[in-house]
């Protein structure tokens, strides 16, 4: 959290967004009963790590996060993230915004989260963790939400351009939720194409693929 964000705690106290409880953007109760149950995930080749399940809870956070800009969320997803992130872990890489996203919010939601991650790590674990902002989007795509697992793979094929070569050494994607996994799969291709190894991907949120949504309550 930033001085201005300080202050205006201070003056306007922050509330759950969940319960409203004055204190904190997620207070503890809320944080036990709804952003737990971190476990390992599998997207197609690739390896990650989420914090919790999306659901109708979880949903608010980032909608919350992402489109009221309540920026001060990121600081406590990212305590939650930042236990999953691997010792080996040198560098994060945030998956890239739609450039009419960007102007809408004026910010890269991964990009904030990654940051807020490694002020994290830093914090608790006293290392240096990179964040390297150098996916872009460089065509205009779909909105990912109502699409199949074939169409989002489609929409996304060819759609990110980066910077970054094998210099930059062996990376961590990362994003607020994975749902097919086709933007972590867009974002491997890039990096590979430009000799950079992307070890595996961390994510706040999973969507659960819909085989599983009956016993573990839909997502919205």
Not at 168 to 181: K, N, Q
Not at 202 to 215: D, G, H, V
Request: charged share 20%.
């Amino acid at each position: 959290m930033n001085l201005f964000e300080d202050f205006l705690n201070l003056v306007l106290p922050s509330k759950c967004v969940l319960c409203q409880v004055v204190g904190s953007s997620i207070c503890i109760q809320c944080q036990q009963k709804h952003i737990s149950g971190s476990r390992a995930v599998e997207r197609f080749d690739l390896q990650g790590f989420a914090v919790c399940e999306y659901t109708q809870e979880v949903a608010k956070v980032i909608h919350e996060f992402k489109e009221n800009s309540v920026t001060s969320l990121a600081e406590q997803m990212a305590q939650s993230l930042a236990a999953l992130v691997p010792a080996s872990c040198k560098v994060l890489v945030p998956m890239p915004s739609k450039r009419q996203s960007f102007y809408k919010r004026g910010y890269v939601p991964a990009k904030v989260l990654a940051v807020a991650v490694a002020k994290q790590i830093a914090k608790s674990q006293k290392r240096l963790l990179l964040v390297s902002d150098v996916l872009g989007v460089s065509k205009e795509v779909q909105d990912q939400a109502s699409l199949s697992g074939a169409q989002r793979r489609n929409n996304l094929t060819g759609a990110m351009v980066t910077s970054a070569n094998a210099a930059l050494g062996p990376v961590w994607l990362i994003d607020d939720i994975v749902t097919t996994g086709s933007t972590f799969l867009e974002a491997k291709r890039c990096l590979a194409a430009n000799g950079v190894l992307v070890l595996g991907f961390l994510a706040f949120a999973e969507t659960l693929p819909k085989n599983r949504q009956n016993s573990h309550g839909k997502p919205v």
